[in-house]
């Protein structure tokens, strides 16, 4: 059997049902699925064709949670597998490995892609409304808006890791850059959008930025692509075992 | 006061830590002296702590290294030096047995001999001394403190002392209508809390911690 272990990276915690995947049975078939917020409630979509790699991996993962299949997973930047797993009473997050994700979904005929392209599939630009589903990993930009960091549970430097209990660490990009022009270059993208306030904003496996904004027009939120992370200038991959 | 030094070099101290909240917050060497800083109806005074042998080479170790400024002293009895910028922090030894301060009126302040004071009654010591801690509505106490760090900083949360109706009591008297807020734990084991009043905010005396706070305070200390 394949070992797994904790993953060193961001564990995407305390995120909207939206932001995450989810493996269910669908007709009688485990499928990637996926909450799509319809404006007036949401619903599930399921992934067209065959993904069934990426479902027997989170499957097995959460078989060794609570003994089911099924349930939450992410996909980061770096398209590493992140499976959440309740253990000891707590959430704790293993990676499955690097995955190759091409999702679509169909929605009212047309289909929806999480790449950073409009209905007609013609590429966004940075402002345009994020339509797509909205699987994401968090990320904050600071306030002041100069900037970017994550918050995630502390892990020993052990092999395999153990999760620190009761820290936290807030790793922040111009800490780990230590460059003032690439933080500025990172920055920029989401700051145009948010401005000095910072706030969330996520970044999904295909490297698109999008954020959720108030309009003011008393339609609650909605989600506006910000373009996309420059790997050049972006926290660094983790390891994966 | 007895105090016992660590040995060179000081190792550096990871564990439960409340930052200065300003110039004149907890225990500072100002002067070659030891002492905190009171807000009475007066204005500011500096209340000096007692000179024992303990006081005397706490004081004599921090001015050889560092002149003087803040000391951290801990409710389990650490003392703590935090370094230029707060980038860092050091264990510099154990206090242990009393610790009295002078007032500015030469009465004595004696942190082992305050079973006078009533939960809810103000505090009549300084009030930004000793180790910040939320108390919860069963009374238990956690902490949290950071650290910096080369990727930005490490935040702990912990909890140190279990459910306690005692404190519990306590606070809803100090803060009436309130059953969980901010707290301190002075020097002694004194949880204090500040209340607003009269437009400012006065320290009031919640109760005392008598059992050991947390089991194993030097799983954070790291030795060089």
């Known amino acids: ?241 | 006061m007895i105090f016992q030094p660590e040995t060179l070099p000081f190792p550096r101290w990871y564990g439960p830590y409340s930052p200065a909240r300003g110039s004149n917050s907890g225990f500072r060497i100002r002067g070659g002296v030891l002492g905190a800083t009171v807000v009475s109806d007066e204005g500011l005074e500096f209340w000096t702590a007692r000179q024992t042998q303990g006081v005397c080479d706490l004081v004599r170790l921090v001015q050889t290294h560092w002149q003087g400024g803040r000391v951290v002293l801990l409710p389990n009895g650490f003392v703590v030096k935090p370094l230029p910028n707060d980038t860092e922090r050091v264990l510099i030894g154990r206090a242990s047995d009393a610790l009295a301060l002078t007032t500015n009126s030469c009465s004595v302040f004696d942190f082992s001999n305050l079973r006078h004071l009533t939960p809810g009654s103000l505090w009549p010591g300084p009030g930004t001394i000793g180790l910040e801690c939320t108390i919860r509505v069963d009374g238990s106490l956690t902490s949290q403190w950071y650290r910096p760090t080369e990727y930005g900083q490490e935040q702990t949360q912990e909890l140190l002392v279990g459910p306690n109706p005692a404190l519990a009591e306590g606070f809803k008297r100090a803060r009436s209508g309130l059953n969980a807020g901010r707290v301190r734990v002075t020097v002694g084991g004194h949880v204090i809390t500040n209340r607003e009043g009269d437009g400012d905010w006065r320290p009031y005396y919640v109760g005392r911690v008598l059992e050991p706070m947390s089991d194993n305070w030097e799983r954070w200390i790291e030795r060089r």
């Open chain 1, 1 to 241: 059997m394949t070992e797994f272990m904790l993953y060193r990276g961001l564990w995407p915690q305390n995120v909207s049902k939206v932001a995450k995947y989810g493996v269910r049975m669908v007709n009688g078939e485990w499928k990637v699925t996926v909450h799509y917020d319809l404006g007036e409630g949401l619903m599930y979509l399921a992934v067209e064709g065959s993904e069934s790699d990426i479902v027997d991996r989170v499957n097995q993962i959460k078989q060794m949670g609570d003994g089911q299949s099924g349930g939450a997973f992410y996909i980061n930047e770096y398209h590493h597998l992140l499976v959440p797993i309740m253990r000891d009473g707590a959430t704790i997050y293993i990676c499955g490995g690097r995955v190759n994700p091409e999702f679509t979904f169909q929605f009212e005929g047309a289909q929806l892609t999480t790449r950073p392209v409009d209905r007609s599939g013609n590429p966004l630009s940075p402002g345009d409304p994020w339509i797509g589903p909205r699987p994401g990993i968090p990320f904050v930009l600071a306030a002041g808006g100069n900037d970017i960091y994550f918050e995630s549970p502390a892990l020993t430097e052990s092999n395999p890791p153990t999760v620190r209990e009761g820290v936290t660490r807030k790793v922040q990009l111009s800490k780990v850059l230590r460059d003032r022009g690439l933080v500025t270059r990172a920055v920029r993208p989401i700051a145009d959008i948010r401005g000095h306030q910072g706030g969330r904003f996520y970044v999904n496996e295909h490297g698109a930025m999008f954020t959720p904004v108030d309009r003011g027009d008393g339609n609650g939120l909605n989600y506006i692509y910000a373009g996309q992370i420059d790997p050049a200038a972006w926290f660094p991959e983790p390891p994966v075992a």
